[in-house]
């Protein structure tokens, strides 16, 4: 089977700093693959280089058989990519209706009303509060809404940079049940987060990198049991 995401050998530079140095690694369809390693290992710089945030000097991003080049973001959402940003990113100002519309803004006005019915079903707590502006919300809630407003574009590949990043263990524990029942209803997502207990026991696949380079691969199950991962991330 073709996987829906091949990147292969991209090298990415900040200036004179070589951060990404050779990475390749594939998500098939219907799969969580989650990208895991220490801070400053290349994992977020990775997902932003697949959204066409930042550019890769060599190596190609092929999305959907489609070589994405030097892409820019805004159109990589039009073919189905969707970033759920590290940081939340939500619009303060904005109610949390008017936040998720602004995911939609790729697709026709005619299915938004059944797209936002969708999305307050699986955020309940959204729709408590649709009409309240962003920037009163938790973290956690506005961690929800950043994927909510994700989701509003109907991505074929869902990507989430650091979902759990700042949230008290419980809304940990929630988010990372709607990851589960997103992945149940068939989301495709590529997930990079710090946390690689949790992240390892959602996903299908993972890959550790290390200093900008991917060191070891394998199932979330093998990663979860292998004694190098669990001394050097699991706290084992």
């Known amino acids: 089977m073709e996987p829906i995401l091949k990147v292969d050998n991209i090298n990415v530079y900040y200036g004179s700093i070589h951060a990404i140095k050779g990475v390749s690694f594939e998500v098939n369809q219907g799969e ?55 940081g939340r990113r939500v619009f303060l100002q904005m109610s949390v209706q008017e936040n998720l519309e602004m995911g939609a803004y790729t697709k026709p006005g005619s299915g938004v009303a059944a797209d936002l019915e969708h999305v307050y079903e699986l955020f309940p707590r959204l729709k408590e509060r649709m009409r309240q502006t962003a920037g009163t919300l938790s973290g956690g809630e506005q961690q929800m809404l950043a994927m909510g407003r994700a989701l509003m574009s109907h991505p074929k590949l869902l990507m989430l940079d650091e979902p759990s990043m700042g949230l008290a263990p419980i ?13 149940k209803a068939g989301t495709t997502i590529l997930l990079v987060e710090q946390n690689a207990q949790a992240a390892l026991s959602v996903a299908d696949r993972g890959y550790v990198l290390e200093t900008g380079k991917v060191v070891t691969t394998g199932t979330g199950a093998e990663l979860l049991a292998s004694p190098i ?8």
Do not use: W
Not at 38 to 48: E, P, R, V
Not at 172 to 183: A, K
Not at 229 to 236: D, E, S, T, V
């Open 171 to 183: 809304l940990v524990e929630q988010i990372f049940d709607i990851i589960r029942s997103l992945h």
């Open 229 to 236: 991962i669990k001394k050097a991330y699991l706290g084992g």
């Open 32 to 86: 969580i693959v989650t990208l895991i390693g220490a801070n400053g290992a290349g994992k977020s710089t990775t997902l932003n280089t697949v959204a066409g945030l930042l550019h890769s000097k060599t190596g190609s991003i092929t999305f959907l058989g489609e070589n994405l080049g030097h892409l820019p973001c805004h159109k990589t959402v039009s073919k189905g990519l969707a970033l759920v940003p590290e």
